[in-house]
Every structure is written in structure tokens, then in C-alpha cells.
């Protein structure tokens, strides 16, 4: 008899065979039963649009709104409908039910056109202008950014070169200090010649983009997923929210050339943000000028922005309420895990609302399209 | 850029290694040893007629360019290689074939000696003519000896040509033997020599300056080429670093589990050995993707693919230059000016803004000073 280093045994072996074909045998009635994956159906009304971005304004849910809106900045990578995938775990819908007012800004799929898009352009241009549009509609001089991951890198530097803009800052797995060893993508990224992937691609496919983030678990994220898929074909429900996340992570767009160049070399490469070295649009962002109350919260288990990109934000801020949260998730758990609804959500939305007191528009100034709190959350 | 491995595309890439193996053996034919002969070089009568020799030369090269000539159309299809980038297998087949051509390479003491016979028939021709130099009248003593010279110089030339391939096939035959006796790192190094030795020689060749009027075209062809030549070599490279890896996550799971089975605790069910099996693989994966030497690798694939495909695009935007379609180089002027003129339209947008307000503070101001 030939040795084996393995136990089998016969009973149990046979028992999961036969639970393997039931699973199978079910999941075909599963899937052609399943009707078209819908996401990010809380509603919202478009408020503002420029080129491909567009600003959205969601619903409020709840009577007792807090009078400050809160603009969610969302990654140039992957779409911000993550936060909103289904409504049984929608962290915007979490928050709405909250009493926070939301706005959020769809970067939308840069193709060739996008191509010369800057970084200045992103922030100087797109989301400055969104941070108007919000300002000018709620009558109020600042309001609440949330930025998520490369969204909060824009956030951050945004707050620094527009102080007078910005009233408080809640960054979510946002990468600060570029120069960590605790993820692939840090590393990796050191070794990359961005300038010939640009002048090449012009704007870097979404699929070159999944490629990367793919490899990063080869085993767990072309393997065991889908075994484990069949392993809940029998459950719609399970399938169902696969399916979702599914699309939802092949839903990458494109990056558009040269921010993209700049953001790797600068931020990635480089580690300029966190030394007060960067550079948009001629001036330095210097994260000192940051004085507004920070909320900083990042996942332990996150392998694309590890705790130790997030951490020195902390630090490098001249804000005197500064807070830290970790939550025991990873990076995308931050957004759809039980975890994130039950303990997330509710903190971002306490923070927020203890800081949330308006401050008017000085009189004198756009008169005419300054509505009150009351006007601007009916809207 | 990832598309071109499959389908249609799969056939051009066969057409392209018989095409590659034609060109090898081609220089085969010049360079094997024969019957107790030193070199096959087109026949020994061919090392008295150099002019007969060049023309050979030449046109072995220009059939090899027009087979590369008739495969640079038929690679316009799409969608091909990313689907071969996912097959592990696909690194084997350039390896394959390379190691193929290590087992024809002579070995670097037969050349010495070769070189050494070469020399000394010159010179021993060279006597032979001063000898009867008396006899001979002058233009057909000149005739006689720049012969010899051309033949000279030519073999020089091819010296100078080959000179990596012979320098290197020690360490190719080497490493080729090593990876049969199953050493993975072997092969590593088996493709590092391997286009090192292209590089010296063909790479070389395909950086010639190009003349007349297809000068362009010919140079983004030969970039085409040589940057496919380091793209394939890099790739097998990293995968086959990939495969080392496997081999030795394989080696540690067996050990794993023989652990397990002498601590009782052996797996009793395939999806426990699944679960295994993948953990130990990913383990041993995330280990290697934390080196520097791997980020370092990944870092030169894309850019060898992304080298490739910026050369191969252009060649492609030369060909299509004839068509009445606009090119990426024409729609990218295009797209500057659209981004420049919607900036600027931006720009104009927003000073009159900042000027119609200021006239409303102006007003505002007066209407407030009238009354």
C-alpha cells in the first residue's frame, strides 16, 4: 500500500463529497435564479458636474441633521459606490440614518481624453469646486471632508492648501507616510519607471491597476474565493452579495496619466507628503497648517494601506483634536463588514456631530445663492 | 499588449520562434562542426571567395527580416497576451527552444583551436605569396593578398559577432544541465546568459543605424524585436522564479504534512489538505513578494512589457500613418488641445466670476453709500 501523509477519512471525505455535489447541484438553481446586481441605490440627486467628475448629494434619512454636510472624497481607484454597495450593510446609508448630511464626488472613468489630467487638476481644480458647490449651497464657509484611502490623501493635502475651507477631517485608511515595508504595494511601487508606464498607456488601464492588487494574494484572491463561493452556491443570499463585490472590484477605471505619474513619484517614491516636500500647483503642502480637528482611523488588518502608512498623520498635524481609531478590519471590511456598520459608521458620525456647529458665510458675500442649514438640507 | 499569445495571434507567435529557430539555424549551418572540418562556414571554398561569403551573410539576414517583415502584420490582432501572460506554461516554451539551441553550441576549446588554425593559414598564406611574390605581376599580387585580408577581416568580423555566444556556452551548457538535474535557479541563470549573449550580438545588430528611405521604419521594427527579445527573456525570468517557489512550497508542504502525520494530527479531509495546501503556498509567495530582488523583478517585467508594447505601438502607428484613420499620435494632439483649451475656458470662466462679484460688492457698495 502506497504511505500517504494524510488521515482521510473515509466517512468524512465522503460526507463532504456529497455536501460539495449538493452545493453544486443547488448553486445551478442559485445562479439562474439570480436577477440583475444592483449597487449604490440610496438616493441622491446630482448636484454639480464637471468633465467626468460629479457631485452627489444624498437623502437625508434622518430628522435630526447634523448642520454641517460632510463631503465624502472617495479613491481615484475602484468606484465610491464600495461605501454604498448594499443597503443592508451601506455605510452611507448607516450614516444618513445618523443624521449626517452627505455629499460625495464620482470621479468617473478618465479615458484618453483624461489623459494631461494633473494632480492640481484633481485638487485645485475638481474637488476645490466641489468643495464650493457644498459650501455655496449650505450658506456655510467650511465643512467636513471624509477622505477614503487615496481620497484622503487628497483630503489631507486639500486641508493643508485650504484651510479656510475645511472644519473638521475624518481620514479612513488614508496612506501618509509612503516610506513603509508593511505593504506589497509600498514596495513594489519603489521599483516601478512610472514615466515610460505613462507615456506609454497615457492613462493607465483599470485592468493593469486589478492586476497589481491580485497579486498581492495570489492564492486567496484567484483561488479560495471562488472555492469558497461554492461552498454558499446554495445560499442566494451569499451569492448575491459575492456577486456584488465582485463587480464592484473588476469595476476599476482607468488613471489618468500624468496624476497618476505624480502621485507614484512623489508620494509613493518619493515620500513627500509626510516632509512637507510636496509640490501642487507651485505650493508646498505643509501638513502643519493643518489645525482642524483630525479624525484618523485606519484597519489593523488592511494589506493595501497598513496601520503604518496611516499612523504619522497623527503627528504630523499642528491640530490640537486629534483623534486615532483602529478597528479590527481590513481595508475594504472597513466599509461592508458587520463591523463597519455596527462600530464604524456610528463613530465617524459621533466625531462628526460633536464638531458639527455652522459657521456662517461672511455677509456680504454670494448673498444671493447663501441658503440656510434648514433650506440646504431639503434640498 | 497582453493579446497577441492566443488565436490568431498564437499561430504568428509560432511562425515567429520557426522563424527565430530559421535564424539560428542559419548561423548553425556557419558555425557547426562537420565530418572532422573546422567549420562549416559556407564551405571551405567560401573562405578564398569573400564576396560570395558577404552575399550569403546578406541574405540570411534579409530572409530573416522579411520573415520578421511578414509577422508584424498578422500580430494586429487583439486580446492575445494576457491570456498567455496567465499560463505558467508559457515560459517553458521560449526555454524550450533556447535550450535547444545551448545543446548545438560548440564548445569554447574547439573555437580556440579553430581560431588558432585560421591564424596560421593566413599567415602561411601570406608566405606562400611572398614566396613567389617574384613571379607574380603587382595587380594580381594585390588581388591575391587583399583576398586574404577580406577573408580576414570578414572572419574578424564574425568572431566579433559570435564571440558572446562562444564566451558564454560554457555557462549555458552549464546552468541547461544544472535545470535538468532539477536546480530552478539554473534556468534563472540559463536566460540572464542567454540574453546577456543576445544583447552583445543581435541586439547589437538591431541597433545599427538604418539607412534610406525606410530608415524609420526599419529602427522602430529593430526596437519592436529587441524590445520583445528582453520582455520574453524578463518574463521567463519571473516566472520562473514564480515556479521555484512552488517547487519549494510543494517540498514544504510534503514535509509539513509528514510532521502532521507523525504528530497524528494529518489532515482527514481533501478541503482540510485544500486549506493546507493554499495557505502554504500563499505563505511562501508573500515571502517573496516582501524581497526587494522580487519588487525589483516585477518592476523590470512591466517595464520591459510596457517597452515592448511602446515600441510595438509605434510601429503599428507607422503603418497605419498610410490609412485614412487618425493615429494615437494624432488623436494625442488632439487631446492636448482639448485639455489645454478646456483649461483655459476654465480659467476665463472663473475670472469673470470673480469680476462679476466684485462689481456686485461695487454696486452694493454704492447703493449702500447713496442711501
Known sequence: ?379 | MMEMFTGKGKDTWQNWWQNQNKIFDLWKESMSFQNGKIFELPGIMDWFSPERFYQNWLKMMAESFKEYLKWIPDIVSKESFEQTMQKADGCWKPFTFWSSMAEKLPVKEDVEKWKGFCQSLVQNYDKMLDSYSLNFPEPVKLMLKSSVEMAGSFQQFLFNFFQPWLDYSPELRENFFRFIKGDHKACIDFLRIWYQAYQESYGKFLQIPALGLSRESFEKLASSIDSYMRYMTVYSEFFSTLYKIGYEALENLIKKTAEMAGEGKAPTTFKDFYQLWWQTNESAYLELFKTDSFAKMLGEVVDAGVEFKKNFDELLVEFFSMLPVPTKKDMDSLYKSVYQLRKALKDQVRKTEELSEMLEQLNRKEGTSES
Open chain 1, 1 to 379: 500500500m502506497m504511505f500517504t501523509p494524510l488521515a482521510l477519512n473515509a466517512q468524512k471525505v465522503m460526507e463532504e463529497t456529497l455536501d460539495m455535489n449538493k452545493k453544486l447541484l443547488q448553486g445551478m438553481n442559485t445562479l439562474l435564479s439570480i436577477k440583475d446586481i444592483e449597487v449604490d441605490l440610496t438616493p441622491k440627486e446630482l448636484v454639480y458636474e464637471e468633465d467626468k467628475m460629479k457631485l452627489y448629494h444624498y437623502k437625508p434619512l434622518s430628522k435630526d441633521v447634523i448642520p454641517v454636510p460632510v463631503l465624502i472624497v472617495y479613491a481615484l481607484v475602484n468606484r465610491q459606490y464600495m461605501m454604498d454597495l448594499q443597503q443592508n450593510r451601506s455605510v452611507i446609508r448607516n450614516w444618513l440614518e445618523l443624521g449626517l448630511d452627505v455629499y460625495i464626488i464620482d470621479w468617473g472613468y478618465p479615458d484618453q481624453m483624461d489623459k494631461y489630467l494633473t494632480l492640481e487638476d484633481y485638487i485645485d481644480g475638481y474637488l476645490n469646486n466641489a468643495v464650493d458647490v457644498v459650501r455655496r449651497r449650505c450658506g456655510l464657509d467650511k465643512i467636513n471632508l471624509l477622505g477614503v484611502c487615496q481620497g484622503g490623501t487628497f483630503s489631507v493635502i486639500y486641508s493643508a492648501l485650504y484651510p479656510e475651507k475645511v472644519k473638521n477631517l475624518v481620514t479612513v485608511v488614508t496612506p501618509v507616510d509612503f516610506s513603509t515595508r508593511d505593504g506589497l504595494l509600498f514596495i513594489w511601487s519603489k521599483y516601478m519607471n512610472i514615466d515610460n508606464l505613462v507615456d506609454t498607456f497615457g492613462v493607465i488601464p483599470g485592468s493593469f491597476m486589478n492586476s497589481g492588487f491580485i497579486i498581492l494574494k495570489p492564492f486567496q484572491l484567484m483561488l479560495d474565493k471562488y472555492m469558497g463561493l461554492i461552498e454558499n452556491l446554495d445560499d442566494p443570499e451569499v451569492v448575491e452579495d459575492f456577486l456584488r463585490m465582485e463587480k464592484w472590484i473588476f469595476d476599476s477605471p482607468g488613471q489618468a496619466g500624468e496624476a497618476y505619474r505624480k502621485f507614484i513619484k512623489d508620494l509613493f517614491q518619493e515620500n513627500l507628503l509626510i516632509q512637507n516636500k510636496l509640490e501642487v500647483g507651485g505650493r508646498k503642502v505643509n501638513l502643519k497648517k493643518i489645525e482642524i480637528p483630525l479624525l484618523n482611523i485606519f484597519g489593523e488588518y488592511d494589506h493595501l494601506v497598513p496601520p503604518a502608512a496611516s499612523r504619522p498623520l497623527n503627528d504630523a498635524v499642528s491640530s490640537k483634536d486629534k483623534q486615532m481609531i483602529s478597528f479590527r478590519v481590513g481595508h475594504i471590511g472597513m466599509f461592508v463588514s458587520s463591523k463597519s456598520q455596527k462600530e464604524v459608521a456610528p463613530a465617524v458620525a459621533r466625531w462628526l456631530k460633536e464638531r458639527s456647529e455652522p459657521e456662517k458665510k461672511e455677509t456680504g458675500k454670494k448673498t444671493s445663492k447663501n441658503k440656510d442649514v434648514k433650506q440646504c438640507l431639503t434640498e
